[in-house]
């Protein structure tokens, strides 16, 4: 398996800005009223996808291949934003992220189909499977513990099944399918990129299966699962890749990517507390839920320690990096400008 990193970036359902305690870009907040003397004669010209349209082709300017929309039960919906995102760009991989229980795996097969069709197979699924209770009761799902990796894996099946295999039949505990599949022009494309995640037995067993990509987060014992996911994929007799979730600050010198950190800290409700110190062994800062990241732990620095950071994760086998970087249009184009090509040369030897 090829040691070059793969980048996307998080785009935020839930809002974003440039103050943690405000989300009011896209529209998800309402915004500061505006001076009387500020007029627009042209109500819902920006409108709340216009935001998200903007990280899409920031990412694309900048170079970056690909982006993930979350599943967020609170949050714009994932597959919607991720559609409008493939549909305005031409070159960016987009993966959408959602809960099996939403759709039947067939139906989720087709729109996929669809989209595959219509956007030069740029789709990916990332499946989130093990909600928390009180989230996955509220979708409707109420499920418990190994019987949610039992229908996730029927669901990957299944939906595997009808897009491959014409006359397609399946008998299962959760789903059945009599003489399906697809027809042309809907039959032969690519399936969707799928990544899954999670380090109990079953997340790792079910990704051996049919995971192409497998994301871990900074909290997570990322070697061991690694060597755990490895050893059943290779049972399995299929390639794994691995990847990371993170949420990341960079700057031009350590001290400035430091003193952005303290601001957004403040902003957030901080000031007058200590800024948590970076572990000094994994260099990871821990402070990111209360600015706003997608987790608590990330990296600080400039973009030659983030860069170090991530190679960090590259010499433990991971390939793909998930970052997560707010404001989003703003950071997205740092990301891309300035810390990608620290590994220009990886990613050459990629292609």
């Known amino acids: 398996m090829a040691a070059y990193p793969d980048f996307l970036v998080t785009v935020p359902t839930q809002g974003d800005g440039r103050d943690p305690l405000r989300r009011d870009r896209g529209e998800w907040r309402p915004r500061r009223p505006l001076p009387p003397f500020v007029t627009d004669l042209r109500p819902g010209a920006f409108g709340p996808f216009d935001h998200l349209a903007q990280i899409g082709r920031a990412a694309e300017t900048?170079?970056?291949?690909?982006?993930?929309?979350?599943?967020?039960?609170a949050g714009e919906e994932s597959l919607v934003v991720a559609a409008g995102l493939l549909r305005q760009s031409r070159h960016l991989r987009v993966v959408a992220g959602f809960h099996p229980?939403?759709?039947?795996?067939?139906?989720?097969?087709?729109?996929?189909?669809?989209?595959?069709?219509?956007?030069?197979n740029r789709l990916g699924w990332q499946l989130d499977v093990d909600l928390d209770p009180a989230v996955a009761r509220s979708q409707g799902d109420f499920l418990r513990g190994a019987d949610r990796y039992a229908r996730a894996e029927e669901f990957l099946t299944v939906a595997k099944?009808?897009?491959?295999?014409?006359?397609?039949?399946?008998?299962?505990?959760?789903?059945?399918?009599?003489?399906?599949?697809?027809?042309?022009?809907?039959?032969?494309?690519?399936?969707?990129?799928?990544?899954?995640?999670?380090?109990?037995?079953?997340?790792?067993?079910?990704?051996a299966r049919h995971a192409d990509v497998h994301l871990f987060t900074a909290d997570q014992d990322v070697e061991t699962g690694v060597g755990e996911l490895a050893a059943q994929s290779a049972r399995e007799g299929r390639p794994v890749e691995y990847g990371?979730?993170?949420?990341?600050?960079?700057?031009?010198?350590?001290?400035?990517?430091?003193?952005?950190a303290r601001r957004l800290w403040d902003l957030a409700g901080g000031a007058g507390e200590g800024l948590p110190d970076p572990d000094p062994r994994t260099r990871l800062w821990g402070g990111f839920d209360r600015i706003a990241g997608s987790g608590p732990f990330g990296l600080?620095?400039?973009?030659?320690?983030?860069?170090?950071?991530?190679?960090?994760?590259?010499?433990?086998?991971?390939?793909?990096?998930?970052?997560?970087?707010?404001?989003?249009i703003e950071e997205t184009y740092r990301l891309g400008e300035r810390l990608l090509p620290l590994f220009a040369k990886e990613i050459e030897h990629a292609h």
Do not use: C, M
């Open 300 to 328: 600080v620095g400039s973009y030659e320690t983030v860069a170090a950071g991530l190679r960090g994760y590259l010499d433990r086998g991971v390939t793909s990096f998930v970052l997560d970087a707010r404001p989003h």
């Open 161 to 207: 099944g009808v897009w491959h295999e014409e006359g397609y039949t399946y008998e299962g505990r959760f789903y059945q399918v009599l003489a399906g599949g697809f027809q042309a022009p809907n039959s032969g494309l690519p399936f969707p990129r799928v990544y899954l995640t999670g380090t109990s037995p079953e997340a790792l067993a079910l990704s």
């Open 101 to 120: 229980g939403v759709a039947a795996p067939v139906y989720a097969a087709k729109f996929s189909a669809s989209l595959q069709r219509f956007t030069d």
């Open 244 to 260: 990371l979730r993170l949420p990341v600050l960079a700057r031009d010198d350590d001290d400035e990517a430091w003193a952005e």
């Open 62 to 73: 900048a170079a970056i291949g690909g982006a993930l929309v979350p599943f967020d039960p």
